[in-house]
């Protein structure tokens, strides 16, 4: 999916969405909302908490940069 989004010219890095300093307190921030009640991901089949989608979203851009590498 990385692969093919770089192809199309979508954003893969934190960077690409002009986030240039990654701040642990924000990234949870944002964690946090995305686990609000009501939201989507609670229809998820397993519970995802707001350490889940921080290690996801950092998870994804450093694999998004090192596949920039790579590819």
Do not use: S
């Not at 199309?8 to 995305?34: Q, S």
């Amino acid at each position: 999916v990385v692969y093919l989004c770089q192809q199309i010219g979508l954003p893969t890095t934190l960077a690409e969405l002009d986030v240039t300093e990654v701040k642990p307190e924000e990234i949870m921030e944002v964690a946090k909302l995305v686990c609000a009640d009501g939201d989507t991901v609670g229809n998820m089949p397993f519970d995802v908490t707001p350490e889940d989608v921080y290690a996801a979203i950092l998870g994804a851009d450093e694999l998004a940069k090192y596949l920039k590498t790579v590819l």
